[in-house]
């Protein structure tokens, strides 16, 4: 820092790990090649660079593993294979859902999963009973993060039955007019 104080704290932001154990791939788009192993070697990269600089929390945005292990059989797997490498770092991780997670898992199961990190915060939302995944918590003190559910109004994570599936769809139906709702207008 120019004035010479030392920081209150360090965190490390990730996003997209999307790990996946097969062969190289183009993204969805096909405009670019994917290296699906090789996200955990960058996974592994990112957490020595925290363990260097003493990053007491680290923010994982979503999109740990990638959604081919689902097609694969491989959800669980990819997932603890990634989990394993974050454990290697003493930084608090909190985990953000993004659509791969919900690619691979159903929301009952995230949120009895690893990467629920409500529980671990103590901080979980009082809206938990509605399957809203959010809480806040602080690294220190004058700071605090707070933590949405991003897919809350969604189709992918929710059950087809549901009232949020049905306001969500309808939602969709009325501001997209492509025939596959899944791409934006």
């Not at 097609?71 to 859902?97: G, M, N, P, R, Y």
């Not at 898992?105 to 009973?129: M, Q, V, W, Y």
Request: a negative charge.
């Amino acid at each position: 820092m120019e004035d010479g104080a030392q920081p209150v704290f360090a965190f490390g932001i990730i996003a997209d790990i999307q790990y996946a154990d097969i062969e190289d791939g183009l993204n969805f788009l096909r405009t670019r090649k994917r290296f699906y192993r090789n996200s955990i070697q960058l996974l592994r990269n990112a957490t020595r660079r925290w363990e260097e600089h003493r990053v007491r929390c680290v923010l994982q945005l979503g999109d740990i593993i990638d959604g081919f292990n689902k097609s694969h059989d491989a959800s669980e797997q990819a997932l603890d294979t990634v989990i394993k490498e974050f454990e290697k770092s003493s930084a608090d991780v909190h985990h953000v859902w993004g659509n791969h997670e919900f690619y691979n898992f159903c929301r009952e199961t995230l949120l009895t999963s690893p990467l629920n990190s409500a529980a671990k915060a103590g901080s979980g939302s009082d809206l938990i009973a509605d399957d809203i995944y959010a809480y806040e918590f602080s690294p220190a003190p004058g700071f605090r993060f707070v933590l949405l559910d991003a897919y809350d109004v969604s189709l992918i994570g929710r059950d087809e039955s549901s009232e949020k599936y049905k306001r969500s769809l309808k939602l969709l139906q009325e501001h997209n007019n492509n025939p596959d709702l899944n791409h934006p207008p």
